[in-house]
């Protein structure tokens, strides 16, 4: 019989793209896009952009460039993922864990608009959150933070009380660094640093209410 691990949380906070959606092709024909505009290898990009808003990428890939033309850039970005959704699939298992989060508090924290985070949902199947922290909600992007402890803060609940689920290495920390647990998805999640890891979320079962138990396939 498989391993198992038992986690107890009151709230949970998922990420989007690679936690609840498979977007990665469309991720990548935007963004392989911007890179040669710009003379960038694409791989490198891909390597930089999982998990942080684009704007905050684009100045780890930019440096010397204005802000002010990387917030145009992005929201240009924005446009165009949110109108290329092919390809776009729920993460194996995320129809039904999204079921089973019927009346228990839950939200979404993802570096995406709240104009990407409809489409991307939709275009999977899935339901979105009753709340959801997007990008216009924050003034900073994972690594930091805030977007994980305003989630915490409008569903009612201490951060320690709280469970993160994440797949990149940006949202990880910003998971930790708001002081939660985190369940990494995808192998390369270990190596982040998650509390604990799984393949994908046909791995959780949730049981009870207050707190929640989450029992994790290993």
Not at 125 to 147: F, I, N, Q, Y
Request: charged share 20%; proline share 6%; net charge negative.
């Amino acid at each position: 019989m498989p391993a198992t691990a038992t986690l107890t949380a009151r709230a949970l906070l998922l990420d989007m793209d690679g936690t609840l959606v498979d977007s990665g092709a469309a991720v990548e024909r935007v963004w392989r896009g911007w890179a040669a505009e710009h003379g960038l290898d694409g791989d490198r990009v891909l390597g930089v952009v999982h998990g942080r808003q684009g704007f905050a990428s684009m100045a780890i890939l930019l440096p010397d460039r204005p802000v002010e033309q990387n917030h145009e850039d992005n929201r240009r970005m924005l446009a165009a993922e949110t109108a290329d959704t092919h390809g776009v699939v729920p993460i194996a298992g995320a129809p039904a864990f999204l079921a089973s989060l019927t009346g228990i508090p839950h939200a979404l924290v993802t570096s995406a608009d709240d104009a990407l985070a409809r489409a991307r949902m939709a275009a999977a199947g899935l339901a979105l959150p009753p709340v959801a922290v997007t990008a216009e909600h924050v003034t900073a992007s994972k690594p930091d933070p805030e977007g994980f402890l305003k989630a915490a803060a409008e569903l009612g609940f201490a951060p320690e009380d709280c469970l993160v689920f994440e797949d990149s290495e940006a949202g990880v920390a910003a998971g930790l660094a708001a002081g939660m647990r985190v369940i990494g998805i995808g192998p390369a999640s270990a190596a982040y640093g998650a509390t604990t890891s799984i393949d994908d979320l046909t791995q959780v079962r949730i049981t009870g209410t207050n707190p929640l138990t989450l029992t994790i396939s290993v």
